[in-house]
């Protein structure tokens, strides 16, 4: 069975609504992570979702964050935050159960500036979610991880290292987090099929950076063992960072062949 999982932070879902649509019609993933909603659950497009033949579960928050799972096949076990008792009103975590697999949208903070309370927010969060791993997912099962990380894991996922070494998306306390998310028991899909600088997810609105390849890798598909070794491909749909009002992120997406 193929099977297309990806990952895409769209900047408001209602602004996106149909670049979002044309590029389901076009790229036919299976299930969808979404990221960056932008609206609450009554404003989320479910019916015109729906009419393009996806299932959702969205966890929305007026204005802010906002995390979605789409999918061809019914979607089952829905829950949304971490459930970990901290009083933490923003929505960025979403899981379900869909083509058997466990699927997990996330959103991480972006931490604004290293240092700032915001920075800091963003380091607990990280560790409060490798918490949620233990206590909310099976790493012998077929698990998959989709989000905007605000994290670019190495050098080679940044295009001008220099600029960005000591900013949120690069800082060594992100990447030490991540990292500890992956020795959990996870694989990141990009890697398993590209060695070099790159591919890169999300440029920044500001100074022509798309034009002038200032790019990081910052959005991740990230499976578990028993499900990425099933993966065949995966790959940013950079065009979806061109045309008319786009998100200031590509769709990253990975290809499985699993074995039913």
């Known amino acids: 069975m193929a099977i297309k999982v990806a990952t895409w932070n769209v900047n408001s879902v209602k602004a996106r609504l149909e670049r979002l649509l044309v590029w389901l019609d076009k790229a036919e993933p299976d299930v969808v992570c979404l990221q960056e909603l932008k609206v609450t659950d009554e404003a989320f497009p479910a019916e015109a979702l729906a009419d393009a033949g996806y299932n959702a579960a969205a966890h ?46 996330v959103y991480v903070p972006n931490g604004r500036e290293v240092g700032s309370d915001k920075w800091e927010y963003k380091l607990d969060w990280l560790s409060r979610f490798r918490k949620y791993l233990d206590e909310n997912l099976t790493k012998n099962k077929r698990v998959a991880i989709g989000g905007d990380f605000n994290v670019a894991p190495e050098e080679r996922d940044v ?17 030490e987090r991540l990292q500890s998310l992956i020795d959990w028991g996870l694989v990141d899909t990009i890697r398993m099929h590209h060695d070099g600088e790159g591919p890169f997810s999300w440029w920044d609105y500001r100074r022509l950076a798309f034009p002038k390849g200032d790019g990081l890798r910052i959005d991740h598909v990230l499976a578990t063992k028993k499900l990425a070794d099933t993966c065949v491909d995966a790959y940013v749909d950079r065009d979806e960072r061109k045309g008319k009002k786009p998100s200031d992120h590509a769709p990253v997406v990975a290809e499985f062949e699993i074995q039913e």
Do not use: F
């Open 159 to 175: 295009a001008n290292p220099d600029k960005w070494r000591e900013s949120v998306l690069c800082h060594e306390g992100g990447r």
């Open 60 to 105: 929305g928050q007026r204005t802010y964050n906002g995390v979605a799972i789409l999918s061809r096949k019914e979607i089952s076990d829905i829950s949304s935050g971490m459930g970990d008792g901290v009083d933490d009103p923003q929505a960025r975590v979403i899981k379900a159960s869909t083509y058997g697999i466990d699927v997990v949208s």
